[in-house]
Every structure is written in C-alpha cells, then in structure tokens.
C-alpha cells in the first residue's frame, strides 16, 4: 500500500459471490482504475492479487467477503446495500430508487435526496431471482450467459414459470423442454418471474421515480426491457452496473476521510 | 459445574447423551455471546452462575422443593397467572423452547411450517433434554395461537399431565369473563394439585411477590433509557429471560442489585458501549432461552438494544397487578384486569400494541424499530406491517426481519442489520 501519486487515492472492494471489483478513485470521486475478478473458491487470495495491482491511501471494503476482508487487511467495512446507494445516486443524483441485482441476493434500496439510504429490501436465504439463479437457468437451456437475456428479449411470447427456487425452477424447465417448448420462450419466461419479483421489492420501498438498476445482472437487456414494461418508471443503467458497490465503497473511503468519522 | 447432577438427571429421566450434548452447545454459545461482550456490569456476574447452573442447582431446587410437598407448575406463556400458582404454594417456571432439538423427530409430529418456538418445545420433550418439563407436576398450555393451539392437542398424548387454559382472542366484556372463567377453573385445578386452597393472605403476599419482580424489571428497564446504555441488550434480555426460571424472591433481589450499579455507572457516564451508539427497539416474538440471535447479531453489528417490546420483555412484564382487593374474589378480578391487558398479537383487534412501540422507541430514546418475527408465526408476521407503516408515518425506521431458530441465514441477516443501522447513523 505505497503512495506514488501525490494525490491522493481512495480504493473499494466489493467481494461479491461471484466477482470481486476494485476501483480506485481520487479525491473528487473521479474514476482511476478498475479491476474485476471471479471470486473462486479462496476470496482472500483473489482480493490480494486485486489490490497487488494497485497502489491507494485508503480502502474500504463491502459485500459479502467484507468482514474476512476486514480480519485481514483492518480496513473499514460497508454493506452493500449502502455502497450500491452511493454508487448509483453519486451516478445519477436525480435518483431516489436503486435495484441491484447481484450473484446471489437482490435488494431494492429507496433513497433521500441527500443519497442516504430511506430503506430497503432484501433478499433472504436462497438464490432465488438473482444471478446465480439466471446463471444456471441459462445453461439448463444451453444459453450462453452473456447470450441469454437478448435471446429471451427475441421470444415471440412468454411461457408461466410459477418456481422461484432455482431447483424447483430447473424442473419446471425440464419439463417444459420435454413438452417440446421453444427455449426462448422458457427463458423469457424466466426472466419474467425474477422481474415479478424485483418489482415487488422494489414497489415496498417506492412508487414512483425513476430506478437504478446496478449488479451484474443490470447487463441482462431483456431484464431491464422487462422491468420497464411491468413498471413505467425510467430504468437507468451505470457505464459499468457490477462497479457501482466498489465504486460507492471508494467514495465512501474518500468520504470518511474529510468528516473523519 | 463443580456439582454432578448426573443421578438427577437420570432420576428425571432425561436422555444423558443428548442433554450433554445440548449443554455443551448452549455453554459454548453463552461464552461466545455473553462472556465475550465487553464493560459488563459486575451484577451480570449472577446471571452467569444462573445461567451455568440452568439445568443444574435450579433443578435441584425444585427437586428440594418437590421433596418438601411443593408442586412445580411449567408454562409456556405470560397469560399463565404467577400469583395463582404461588398463592397455592406451587412454583411457576417456563419451560424450555429456545433451541432447535431433536427436528426430524419433530418433524413427524409437527408440519415443517410450524414456528420455531412451538417446535422447540416439541424437541426438547421428544429429545428428554428439558429438566423443567421433566419436574413439572403440571404442565399448562394455552390456547393462543392456532400453532400452539393445535401443537397442544398432539402433546396432550406425549405426557400426562396436561392443562390446557383457554383464551380470549377479542378484548370486551364477555371475554373478559371468559378469562375470569378460566382464570377461576385454573385457581381449582393448582389447588386440587396441591391440596392447598388460595386465601386472600396467601394471593396477597402472591401478588407482592411478583409486583415486586416486575418492579424490578420496570427500573431495569428505565435504566436502559441512559445515553451510552449502562447494559447491553444481551445483558438485559438474559434477565427478562431468567424472569421466568428463577426463584421470584432471589431474581428481585439480584436484579435490584444490578439496578444499583447501573445507577453508579449512569453517574460515571459508563456504557456497555460507548455514547451515541445508534440505539434500537426489537419488537414482536417471544425470544426464549438461549434464543439470542437477534440481540447478538445487531449488538456485534455496532448498535444497542434498549428494548424489548415481547412476551419476554415489556409485554410480559408492564403491568402489575393492583393490591387494592382484600378478598379473594377482588384479588382474582385485579388478576383478570391485569392479564386482560397484555397485547399479545392473538387478540383483535390488537392496536394497544402499536401504541406500546411507539411510545417504548419514545421513552427508551430508539432511532430505529426491529421488527422480529419467527417464520410462520402469523398473528406477529401480520402484524409486523402494520406496525411498519405506523412507525414510518412517525419518520422512525423499521426493519422487518422474519428468521428462525437456525443460522444458515446469519450472514444475509447481519448484512440487513448493519444496513440498517447505517440507516440511522
């Protein structure tokens, strides 16, 4: 952790499920540098090849791996529902509604004018209409990932899937791929049940405005194109939605710094 | 444990491997949430010997008591009057059913989908790990909610000594003479089981008794109201815990010695942690020993519990009950009135309650509302939304958390608290 700049140099970590981003940012909470890696199976070891390959002041470190973080490397921590609220209001100030949507939970964050967090929804226990969950639906179709959501935003229509339990759900694809269905219909299909329910997290926190959508699966374009049609409500998309926790986290690093809290 | 209370035990009946086994793993979860917290109050010192001792010198008490012709009254709910009971010299405690026991053979007895709570006492009498139960001369149910209710006609077939109270589910005054009804029919059933009738001098000094435990829970309480807090929510939910286990004279005695030290500490501005610690009210389901997953979970989360608004808790304990009555029917009708105001959520409409929160997370200073409730537990889990709303139209946050007796959730549920109390930073 060298200073070679003179200016100085906030970092954030997400370590997410799935990916761990890095971001560093400078005093005015313009972008320096960005990194993504896949978590793997050892966290620590990915976070420390990560910040190996850059140099900052001050980090600060969200998502799920926050506290092993914080055992390890002593840096201050942030959930991720405050870090996405950052992230995406810094992004968007007009913004009072932030969906993420990430490997493995989901939330629907409200916000204040001043960007802090009003309240929020989350997710618990299971995987259920998160990235893991469209990550192994994909495959059970034989959709490439990055493929799956423009696939299923070309379906002629959509076919019921009632499971929100990604092993309830496989069956109930299974099924429908015996009974000869197009597999771009199923997938739209499964799009469609985790937007139900993403817009009814989102509909506890807020009614109207326009929303925010951030994590991994914000790049999915059927997944906002489906969120637009079951709300009305403007969907806004950061240049990179899966940095906006580790961009909201340097941002919060920078801002500690000034009220020395 | 310097005592071997092994022959206990097996007099009692219990299945040594499987209380051994629970007893490791409630002493290991007590060093790790309760010795690990820091600027403890010298007086919790008692509640750790209690606690060592749970299934140990207390039982053993009740052993001594049961020797000398007492009876020994289990419960597993508030509207289970303490002053009948002790007025016709039996001993009331609660009985256990805070802890996942014995599930699959629970699960053959009871639908996966029922609370935590109802299961846990299920567990513990299957698994023969519960010295209460296993003591008790009579055990009392009450027909609160649909799950206990039911839960009650299925454990009515596992042991023999069932008492079933009934309860009103509506608040006017023909309930309230219903609960008079049973209120009376439960005063006869303890006096056939102890041969002792209730006399107004005997329900007198019963209701002194525990008015004087409650009082000594009131001023607990409204210590906690003191910025920084002079005792955690771990530290005080224990005592409201062991409110139900304890001998009553002992327990006011020792709580009351505590209040004086937090009163010391309050002076020297002392804290369990430290000032300006963001400060929460937990609301909604009972948390029975050694359920204390929620308070350890926020607690090591960076904010204070400081208070309960529960059965184990301000519901079970706010009001006393008048000492006015000189007969013993003016004591039973001050009995009546007294229990006829808790606001368990099995009543409606049940508004009083939403009162109660708002002014508890008023008086003890609360940013912020926890709502828990256990999975399954409708008449909470309904309520919770309500109660939400009512505190947001108030501009008081409130995070509704619906969890059980397991920690496969701890992870995402730590995520929500600490979210939460960066809500109210």
Known sequence: ?261 | MTTDYTPMWQELGLDLAGHDALLNVLGTAYTDIYLSQKNRPEGMGYFDFVMSEVHGLRIKELMDEKAAGRKIIGSYCVFVPEEIVLAANATLVGLCSGADFAMEKVEQLLPRNTCSLIKSSFGFKIGKVCPYLESADMIVGENTCDGKKKAYETLGAMVNNLYVMDLPQTKTDQTKDLLKAEYMKFKAAVENLTGVAVTSESLKSAINVVNAKRAAIHRLSSLRKADPAPISGLDALLANQVFFYDNPARFTESVNKICDELETRIQEKTGAFPADTPRILVSGCPQAVPNWKLHMITETAGAVIVGEESCVGERGTRNLTADTGTTVEEMMDAIVDRYFQVDCAIFTPNSQRLDHIQEMAAAYNAQGVIHYGLQFCQPYLMESIPVEKALEEKNIPCLRVETDYGMEDAGQLKTRVEAFIEQLR
């Open chain 1, 1 to 261: 952790m060298t200073t070679e700049t003179t200016a100085v140099r906030y970092a954030g970590i997400d370590i997410g499920s799935r990916t761990i981003k890095l971001v560093v940012v400078d005093a005015s909470g313009k972008i320096l540098e960005r990194f993504q890696s896949d978590t793997g199976f050892d966290p620590m070891t990915t976070a420390n090849a990560l910040i190996a390959k850059v140099s900052f002041d001050k980090i600060m470190a969200t998502g799920y791996g926050r506290n092993l973080f914080e055992l390890s490397f002593d840096a201050p921590t942030v959930t991720e529902i405050k870090a996405h609220a950052r992230g995406a209001w810094t992004e968007f100030p007009d913004a009072r509604t932030v969906l993420d949507i990430g490997g493995q939970d989901s939330k629907a964050i409200a916000l204040f004018d001043t960007g802090k967090v009003k309240k929020f929804e989350m997710n618990d226990r299971c995987a259920a209409g998160t990235g893991k969950f469209l990550e192994i639906m994909a495959a059970t179709l034989g959709f490439e990932l990055a493929d799956f959501g423009a696939q299923a935003l070309a379906a002629e229509k959509d076919l019921l899937i009632s499971s929100m339990c990604t092993v309830f759900a496989e069956s109930e694809v299974t099924s429908l791929i015996a009974k000869g269905e197009d597999r771009k219909e199923i997938a739209r299909g499964l799009h469609t049940s985790v937007i139900r329910r993403a817009a009814g997290m989102i509909n506890r926190v807020s009614s109207n405005g326009p929303i925010v959508f951030t994590g991994g699966v914000a790049k999915n374009p059927c997944m906002k194109e489906l969120l637009y049609r079951k709300l009305d409500r403007d969907i806004m998309i950061p240049s990179d939605p899966q940095l906006a926790g580790a961009f909201g986290a340097a941002l919060l690093s920078a801002e500690q710094e000034k009220t020395g809290s």
